[in-house]
């Protein structure tokens, strides 16, 4: 071990001398040659001690002293333990002696007594002596720490090598503990070994221990920051379970000015020295391109070993996403080698040697032997693009291909990434989706409802023929725009804009409905009402993913609505009307019942005659207005009788015009044939045309009225039966009719007046057609309009005019004709009626009911008293009525005689008496001269 060296000037000597005097003056000669003298003792003990503790630079030793130790044993071991030259003192030695002086290699011999000079050459030669072998073991002791350290270099693995570096240092350098710490490329350090003490005495787990640069401390800290050797020998504060140092030694690892690494040892036992510093930087410097060798190859290793880990780890990824992918996918090169592939998409049938051969696409893929046609590969490499298309292969099915350029750095096309995906299964649902939507697209069309889909922002998707046609949008201009553009919506009252409901159901996912009095407003501004319902759309997921909306034009079922309304207030009203013309009828046939018989009490000429004939005609012209109210309430087939045409027409259209400033003109023929109709109906009819033609001329005007015998043949080319008509035209002057209203004019409630009903014209044509008649109009805007009425014309004779019915001769009867039985539920109309028969010549039998009727006959039967004829009522209330007793009547006596009689009824009895077992009908109220014909009739029938 060396000594620290003085940090006086003069050499420091200890004097090992056993007789005092001697020793005082060596003592003082040697102060006088400069030296300064570290002790003086006189045991070889002492000897021993002294140089330990003070360590000297030299000992100046006697080689015979008293005691158990001599000089020569003392010296021995002292340079066993301290590297401090010797030289002995001697007066006289025996031959064993000095052999034995030999053998503890002194620095000098001294013979006394001696000279200044001789101790001072001698001192001078042996401190020269001492210097030059230390330099020289220190040069071998560099030299073979530096051959030990660089075979280590060269021979030891990385985990090993930083150890075995230690574990030279350490001995060299007495030092108890190591550490060798390397800086990274990120400038951290990595002590990659500490001695074996102290990780044992540490109890480190983790033998590679880094420090960040910014938490580098201590004097080893300082070292790497400030690029030069520290040391210290006094105690370090350390935390607990740290190795407690009491000296340390630092030296930083340089190569070309730039730390690379630390090298350190601690704990020497008598503290480190300036050689000790040299000593450790010799070693550094000799480390230091070794180590800077030794890194750098690490770090290229470790690059390459990272490289290479990369590469493989990026073979391993890209051979698991192709291995991952179900679809087959290849890399492949210009000469349509397999480069690289998956074999997936039904190709695992390909053996591993023909894999491995790298075959061509074609070959392994297709089972072709050239390049097919078009080539994706051909055709990336040429354009550098991708390339899609869809292809069938024999092997597979359906594929859809999808070819992608991989570019090298200098952006020239090397290799092709081919993706081949199996849509076979996809073009089997397409062509089954294609079929399923085009049978939906059949059925939407043949949906009578207009139907419309959005998806979830409520743009529009689809529509269908009925809903192009209601909202003016075709599926081309619509689709995409949103439901609100298209579908314009508004209360038909307010006329206010409503929501549609497919919001409220995307919201809600709710089913949603409009209100009612919705009305559609059309692209070209024509309004519909609608009724729709709207339901969201769902997926497999149950997910809303649009909305379908359906709905209908309800215009016209609103207009049935309310005409099938307005029909049932007119049935109400038809049948209050038939009961009051009912219970109207028969007091009037009890007032002109007695009007008749008044007549036939007075001569012609009397004042009361003219008086009863205007009443009667006063009565006549109530029954025609009850006929109309009967009319009206379209109660029943019309009662027809054989009439005259010109009579209805002049009567009723003096009635309509009275007090009117328009006037009529008729031109009627007098050979204008008979009509089989019922004149209230027909009167209706006149009057409805004639106050339509009054009302078209507000200032006045004339009306023309013409009547002519036609016949009807099929060169005609007219919409009813040929055969004999009366042609009735009536032409106005007035303001006509729009062309656009003429073909609905004759339609229920059709009106193009303000305050019309449109009743009138519709009751005119219902009466025609049920008379097998025929009505056109024909109209010019500010000329005027004409109406043709075509009635079947009849071939009987038998007519009586009214004027010659009024002016008939009637007498009362002086004999008995026969028996009449009478039916009527109204006592009134059985006292006048059976007044009537007895003045014209019956015996009359009256009943209330039909029980009582049917009993009265079956007795007059029996007494062999019949009647000659039964007149009854149609109907009784409460009771048995007409038709109900002539049936039990012609079981009694099929030839029995029945009159029926009623003053309203919709019972088809009335218009086809004969087929229900009557042989007679008259209807209420009726004259007496009108009872009297059809008793005639019946009796002589």
């Known amino acids: 071990m060396s000594h620290k060296p003085s940090t006086e000037s ?44 003070t360590l000297p630079d030299l000992v100046l030793m006697d080689i015979n002293l008293h005691g158990g130790m001599d000089g ?21 030695a025996d031959s064993d002696t000095l052999a034995r002086a030999k053998v503890s290699d002194p620095f000098g011999y001294i013979i ?15 401190l020269y002596k001492h210097l030059m072998e230390s330099r020289l073991r220190r ?16 021979t030891i693995p990385d985990e090993e090598m930083y150890g075995e570096v230690l574990e030279i240092v350490k001995p060299a350098l007495d030092s108890s503990y190591g550490i060798f710490g390397i800086i990274t490329d990120t400038g951290d350090l990595i002590i990659p070994s500490l001695s074996r003490e102290v990780w044992e005495e540490c109890r480190v787990h983790d033998k590679s221990i880094t420090f960040p640069r910014e938490r580098w401390g201590g004097l080893w800290g300082r070292a790497l920051v400030e690029k030069k050797t520290l040391f210290s020998n006094e105690g370090f504060s350390v935390p607990e379970g740290h190795l407690a140092v009491d000296s340390f030694l630092a030296v930083p690892i340089l190569y070309r000015g730039d730390v690379i690494g630390l090298l350190s040892v601690a704990n020497k036992e008598r503290g480190y020295t300036e050689k000790d510093r040299e000593l450790l930087e010799a070693i550094v410097d000799r480390i230091a391109p070794i180590l800077q060798a030794r890194l750098l190859g690490e770090r290229q290793e470790q690059e390459r070993r990272r490289t290479e880990e990369a590469l493989q780890k990026s073979e391993r990824l890209l051979r698991s996403v192709f291995d991952a992918i179900p679809d087959l996918f290849s890399i492949i090169d210009k000469d349509h080698r397999i480069v690289l592939s998956n074999w997936h998409g039904g190709l695992d049938y390909v053996p591993d040697s023909i894999r491995a051969a790298h075959p061509c696409c074609y070959e392994a893929y297709y089972g072709r032997d050239a390049v097919c046609e078009p080539c994706h590969t051909i055709e990336v490499f040429a354009t550098g693009k991708p390339v899609f298309r869809e292809k069938f292969n024999p092997r597979v099915g359906y594929v859809e291909i999808r070819s992608y350029p991989i570019f090298d750095e200098a952006g020239n096309v090397t290799l092709v990434a081919e993706h081949v995906h199996d849509i076979t299964a996809r073009k089997m649902t397409q062509e089954a989706l294609a079929g399923e939507t085009e049978r939906l697209l059949v059925t939407l069309r043949s949906i009578g409802d207009g139907v419309v889909t959005t998806d979830t922002s409520g743009n529009i998707v689809l529509l269908n023929k009925v809903a192009e046609a209601l909202t003016g949008w075709s599926q081309t201009e619509a689709a995409g725009k949103h439901l609100d553009e298209v579908l314009i919506i508004i209360n038909e009252k ?39 319902s709207a339901a969201p759309i769902r997926d497999k997921e149950s997910r809303i993913v649009g909305a379908v909306l359906v709905f209908r034009d ?12 307005k029909a049932q207030k007119l049935e109400s009203i038809g049948i209050l009307a038939g009961g009051i013309a009912h219970d109207f009828n028969n007091l009037l046939t009890a007032i002109l019942g007695n009007i008749s018989l008044s007549k036939m009490y007075v001569s012609v000429g009397d004042k009361i005659h003219q008086k009863l004939c205007d009443a009667e005609k006063a009565s006549l012209r109530a029954r025609d207005l009850t006929q109309q109210l009967l009319t009206f309430s379209r109660g029943g087939a019309p009662v027809k009788k054989i009439s005259s045409i010109a009579e209805i027409i002049r009567d009723s259209t003096a009635f309509s015009l009275s007090g009117s400033k328009v006037t009529c003109t008729f031109t009627i023929p007098d050979d204008l044939w008979l009509v089989e109709v019922d004149e209230g109906q027909i009167s209706q009819v006149i009057n409805n045309i004639i106050l339509n033609a009054e009302q078209a ?24 039966q040929d055969g004999r008509y009366i042609l009735v035209t009536i032409s106005d002057q007035g303001e006509g009719i729009p062309e656009e209203a003429l073909p609905r004019i004759f339609d229920p409630y059709f009106t193009t007046k303000d305050l019309g009903k449109g009743l009138g014209l519709s009751t005119v044509y219902s009466i025609v057609q049920n008379h097998n008649g025929h009505i056109s109009v024909s109209s010019k805007p500010g000329v005027g309009t004409t109406f043709f009425v075509y009635l079947p014309a009849t071939n009987s004779p038998e007519y009586i005019s009214s004027t010659e019915e009024i002016t008939a001769n009637l007498v009362e009867a002086q004999t008995v004709k026969g028996k009449v039985l009478v039916m009527d539920d109204e006592e009134n109309i059985r006292e006048v009626v059976a007044e009537m028969l007895r003045f014209i010549g019956y015996d009359v039998t009256l009943s209330r009911n039909g029980e009582e009727a049917v009993s009265l006959y079956t007795q007059a039967l029996e007494s062999n008293e019949p009647f000659a004829a039964v007149l009854m009522g149609l109907t009784i209330p409460g009771g048995m009525g007409g038709g109900e007793v002539i049936r039990i009547l012609r079981e009694i006596d099929p030839e029995v005689k029945g009159i029926v009689s009623s003053g309203y009824s919709n019972d088809p009895i009335m218009s086809d008496y004969k087929r229900f077992g009557f042989q007679g009908i008259i209807m209420k109220p009726y004259k007496l001269g009108q009872i009297r014909d059809v008793l005639e009739r019946v009796l002589e029938g």
């Open 10 to 53: 003069k050499t420091r000597i200890l004097i090992v001398e056993d007789e005092l005097i001697i020793a005082k003056g060596i003592e003082k000669r040697i102060k006088a040659l400069g030296y300064s003298v570290t002790d003086t003792v006189s045991s070889g003990e002492e000897a021993v001690e002294q140089a330990l503790q």
């Open 72 to 92: 020569v044993t003392a010296a021995e071991q002292i340079r066993s333990q301290v590297d401090i030259p010797i030289i002995f003192l001697t007066a006289y």
């Open 554 to 565: 309800i215009t016209e079922k609103r207009k049935m609505e309310e005409e099938l309304l």
């Open 697 to 720: 001329m507000p200032a006045g005007g004339v009306i023309e009225v013409a009547c002519r015998n036609v016949q009807v043949g099929a060169d005609d080319n007219l919409p009813f």
């Open 494 to 532: 307010t006329r206010q804009r409503i929501e549609n409901p497919v919001g409220r159901v995307l919201t809600t996912g709710c089913f949603g409905e409009l209100a009612k009095h919705t009305a559609l407003v059309s692209r070209d501004g024509k309004e519909r009402i609608i009724a729709d």
């Open 112 to 126: 006394k007594p001696f000279q200044d000079i001789t101790l001072k050459s001698t001192i001078e030669m042996g």
């Open 139 to 154: 040069s071998e002791k560099i030299l073979a720490i530096k051959n030990q350290i660089a075979n280590v270099f060269l």
